[in-house]
């Protein structure tokens, strides 16, 4: 297991955000009519994301990955409350294709591409570019073109949407395919919509605490890239609706950005993007070039010694204590710590780490509902491991004496490219954080490992008070 795919989702969600009161001169937007429920969007979204995961190469690097989350999320708590869907799951991730285009599927799901970072200036535009998007999704803007449509019945037509929203030859190479035929587009936005997406981003930038200049100066670096030749790929879906940079400089003058969100990691991130090698075109894709080994081929052989019957106590952190088998070593990471065999920790591709023994234990923010925030977790984790089956419903537990949750998966290691079975535990920290508690070994050993992770989580002595 990968702590690099598990503990990415987690710690984005751990992310807060004090809104303030905007300007009151700011434009009121109201949402278009929509015959679709909420469910429908994520549904839609959900089923149009697996298409998307399935026909492009995401670029799978840890240091990106964490970045774009870490803004994406800061925006998505910047959404104005009349525009917050709870049912919504918006996730982040980045496509390994040199055109520069970024969409954001109903429900939450987005995806940037690695060329529209690399066109960027400064994270402000990047940041413009994902309000912009994320805009649509609160505003449910695929589904209300939808609506508009004679037969309105859209929801089975993955492929339709994902060609799409990705337009250029790979795009209509995945609508041909998906055998529909001729029919509804419903992610390309009409102008109303754009501007409706322009002044929604450039209020949540400024809520977020970015400049919403930042993103009319992104649109203008768009444009230019286009060199006349028809535009990028993006302004195929999202046409100009029309004195865009003017529109957006006279929003900006009404609201007041609240802090300063910049983390300071753009140039970073950046040139590590333009020190790898040069992303695939859309053509070199359809060609089947530019695509990552799959997760879970990794072919490693691994043997390790089985649980000791011996336990020794550790402190990872001053509030927890925890007994784990004495032959067991402390690996401590950004995702948590992980208490694993030798020979059984290594360092994946993203410069994190993988464990194909062991348990980690770490913490994320809660909403003070643990069934649903233990669920968004494996959402997360679904989201970023696309062998990743629940085998069980979660079912109450004891974790460190308190009440808990716990569920049982089924994975493919990426180390060993081999079966593996994950137990996954939460139970509630008083601040309405949760602790979770990860046990991972292989299927074909996990006789061996049950007992383990049982006692280990039974262990916690948690003094949070």
């Known amino acids: ?90 996730s982040f991730d980045v496509i390994n294709q040199k055109e520069i285009n970024a969409f954001a599927l109903p429900g939450g799901p987005m995806y940037l591409h690695r060329g529209m970072i690399q066109a960027a200036k400064t994270e402000g535009e990047v940041a413009g570019v994902m309000a912009h998007e994320i805009s649509h999704v609160a505003l449910r803007h695929g589904t209300a073109n939808a609506t508009k449509a004679q037969k309105p019945a859209i929801l089975g037509t993955i492929g339709q949407v994902v060609g799409a929203i990705i337009g250029g030859g790979l795009g209509q190479a995945i609508y041909t395919g998906s055998e529909i035929g001729a029919g509804l587009t419903i992610m390309k936005y009409g102008r109303e919509y754009e501007r409706q997406a322009d002044l929604l981003g450039a209020q949540i930038l400024a809520r977020a605490g970015y400049n919403p200049v930042e993103m009319a100066n992104m649109f203008k670096t768009i444009e230019k890239e286009g060199g006349g030749g028809g535009g990028p790929e993006w302004m195929s879906s999202h046409p100009n609706p029309g004195n865009r940079y003017n529109a957006i400089m006279t929003e900006a003058k009404s609201l007041r950005i609240q802090g300063n969100a910049d983390t300071g990691r753009f140039p970073t991130v950046q040139a590590r993007l333009n020190g790898m090698s040069p992303a695939p075109t859309a053509e070199q894709i359809a060609r089947g070039q530019g695509r990552t080994a799959p997760v879970g081929t990794g072919g490693r052989t691994v043997r390790v010694d089985p649980p000791s019957s011996s336990y020794r106590t550790d402190q990872p952190a001053d509030f927890l204590r925890v007994s784990v088998p004495s032959n067991w070593d402390n690996v401590s990471d950004r995702s948590g710590v992980t208490y694993a065999p030798e020979g059984a920790v290594f360092q994946s591709e993203g410069g994190g780490t993988a464990f194909t023994h062991g348990v980690q234990i770490g913490v994320t923010q809660g909403s003070g509902n643990l069934q649903r925030d233990t669920q968004q977790i494996l959402n997360g984790f679904a989201r970023s491991n696309p062998n990743l089956r629940q085998q069980s419903n979660l079912q109450r537990d004891k974790v460190g004496g308190r009440n808990g949750l716990t569920t049982t998966l089924s994975n493919v290691s990426e180390v060993t490219g081999q079966s593996e079975r994950v137990q996954f535990s939460t139970t509630q920290l008083r601040n309405g954080s949760v602790l979770y508690v990860i046990g991972v070994a292989p299927q074909n050993e996990a006789g061996a490992y049950d007992n383990a992770f049982r006692r280990v989580r039974q262990s916690l002595q948690i003094a949070d008070r």
């Open 1 to 90: 297991m990968s702590t690099r795919r598990y503990g990415r989702v987690i710690l984005a969600t751990a992310i807060t955000l004090a809104v303030g009161a905007q300007s009151i001169a700011q434009t009121k937007i109201t949402p278009p009519p929509n015959r679709y429920s909420l469910a429908d969007d994520v549904k839609l979204g959900r089923e149009a994301s697996a298409e998307v995961r399935k026909e492009l190469p995401l670029l799978n690097d840890e240091r990106t990955e964490d970045y774009v989350e870490n803004v994406g999320q800061r925006l998505v708590a910047a959404i104005p409350a009349e525009f917050q869907h709870d049912e919504f799951r918006y």
